[in-house]
């Protein structure tokens, strides 16, 4: 059982309460006179705030092989991998790491995130950073590569919207595969993106952009 000055429920701060835990999940939170005689090992963590595990919702886990448990070390319980592939259904919980991804990032032929870092792969695919939408590709061919991520188990369809050129950001930086590509890049047109938008909201999942906003 933990006791601690301060308990955040995740929607009100509550004072002098413990929290009863039980085969590493927690039981009930409570008064300590309620609590104690259920739980023999009792720890009083004093000028402390107990509060729910943090929701990471922008991580870049897969892509730079962060371990998990350095993760759950910080208090993050649950994360979503926005950094690009490979695609995978949720995974984790139960007091290992809760991990959602959103798999590819969408972006045109020729553009961020593949000229970057695979510069190689014009392509890409569904395990990989990004997955190149064709300047030709139809409405069917665009909505079916969002209903692909949604049934591999996206969390949130990422697309890139980065022209480049931003001096000093990291993706203007050699990341050993030779020079970065001149700016301006190449970027999914207005009506691929409205394609996209409109399937992962009929789909229930949000979209998320990196985008040059000046």
Not at 46 to 56: N, R, V, Y
Not at 127 to 143: F, Q, S, W, Y
Not at 167 to 182: L, R, S
Request: aromatic fraction near 6%; include cysteine; proline fraction near 5%.
């Amino acid at each position: 059982m933990l006791t601690a000055d301060r308990l955040f429920d995740g929607y009100n701060v509550q004072f002098n309460k413990s929290v009863l835990v039980l085969a590493d999940k927690v039981a009930a939170v409570g008064d300590y006179a309620e609590l104690s005689s259920q739980c023999a090992r009792q720890y009083d963590l004093g000028d402390a705030t107990i509060m729910p595990g943090f929701i990471e919702s922008h991580a870049h886990i897969s892509f730079q092989n962060v371990r998990h448990d350095k993760v759950l070390e910080h208090g993050i319980t649950t994360a979503q991998d926005t950094g690009g592939g490979p695609l995978q259904s949720p995974q984790g919980g139960d007091g290992s790491l809760r991990l959602l991804t959103t798999g590819p990032i969408l972006q045109a032929q020729g553009g961020y995130p593949l000229n970057i870092f695979t510069p190689d792969d014009q392509v890409g695919g569904y395990d990989k950073v990004g997955l190149a939408i064709a300047p030709n590709a139809t409405e069917n061919e665009v909505r079916a590569i969002v209903q692909n991520l949604v049934a591999g188990g996206a969390s949130a369809i990422k697309i890139a919207l980065e022209v480049g050129g931003e001096a000093g950001a990291p993706w203007m930086m050699d990341h050993g595969h030779g020079a970065v590509p001149e700016a301006p890049w190449p970027v999914l047109s207005e009506e691929q993106v409205e394609w996209i938008v409109n399937e992962a909201h009929a789909l229930g999942k949000k979209v998320l952009a990196h985008v040059r906003l000046s």
